[in-house]
């Protein structure tokens, strides 16, 4: 199997000292490397945003939110188109009854990555609906108003959830696997009609402040700030997802651990009764 | 609350959460690591261990040799008891 950048392979390291002693279980010196970056990326991203970039003329500072509330959301489509991805392609897979060891292998990872991509997406959809609120309070007047974008987004946060609660019911993970896919592959219809509401309502929310079709509303140090910032999000994200997909991995190897301990319990336990059996014979 | 004091609020908030899970993360990784008991591999710390899935040729040092030639992925690092040699360590 070859070694892809979220599993490096570590016969490269055998009979060989770890050369990242002392890092996390999870990290290697890519991730390591990775993670210096981001932290050193996101220290750029607060002075860009909170000091470089100039206050708007109509939102005044208030638009220094656009710099997390952007990204974030950015991210959070990212990862959940990630997620319905990796979800489809396992779906595929494993069609078969008896899919064959590489397959299976490909089918645990696909899970690996959807499990971790939907955290992810989770966590910053959450930041993206704060931090909007915070931003709607200085420029609506309020935290919060029941309008198309925010509540498919509300939506669309609470859809996750219950993916990530139905990936922690116990289950054969083959099946558990399955069942999950199938649930990203509902939940990920939601994504367009969060995107597009604001084009197909009338909302409080304004429409899109970046397009690929239309001239740009933003320019300036306000547009490169806000570039940065979702380059800087990027990787911030794409660090920790290396991560998250490393700890589940070592999840599945403590539950397969478990699994076999058990069985090993219950071995010796059934050949202590059968010699107990045969000594009461002897006698 | 004063607009700046808003926007300070939503920034740390952001950073602290962002930074909150990645502390859980990693320490989750380093907590499942030391269970496992993937430890710190070095060249003297176990003996060579036969990797049946990668045919021959293919070994790793540590208590735990086939399991971290499956958990590719996840650095053998950390104290792990079982395959220390050097005494002075903790």
Known sequence: MPATAAEPDLR?????PSPIAGAAMTGTIATRVLGVVALAAAVVMALLALWVSPPERVQGDAVRFMYLHLPSIWVAYGAFVLTAAASARLLWLS????????????????DRTAGAASELGVLFTALTLVTGSLWGNLTWGTYWQWDARLTTTVLLFVTYLGYLALRRLPAEPRQRARRAAVMALIAVVNLPIVHYSVNWWRTLHQEASLSLTSDREITGEMYWTLMYSLAAVTVIALWLGVHRYRVLRLEDLAEEDAIAH???????????????DESAVTR | ??????????????????AGYAAWVLLRGRALGHRLGIGQMTPDSAPPVERPDEGAGGTERGPHGPQLARTVGCSVTGPDPDSR????QP
Not at chain 2, 85 to 88: A, M, V
């Open chain 1, 12 to 16: 490269s390291s055998k009979n060989s």
């Open chain 1, 95 to 110: 069609r078969a009854t008896s899919p064959s060891g590489r397959a299976e292998r490909s089918i645990r990872r696909l």
């Open chain 1, 262 to 276: 058990l069985l090993q319990e219950r071995r010796a336990e059934s050949a202590d009764r059968v010699r107990s």
């Open chain 2, 1 to 18: 609350m004063t607009d700046a004091g808003t926007i300070i609020s939503g920034y740390g908030l952001t950073f602290a959460a962002v």
């Open chain 2, 85 to 88: 040699t050097d005494p002075s």
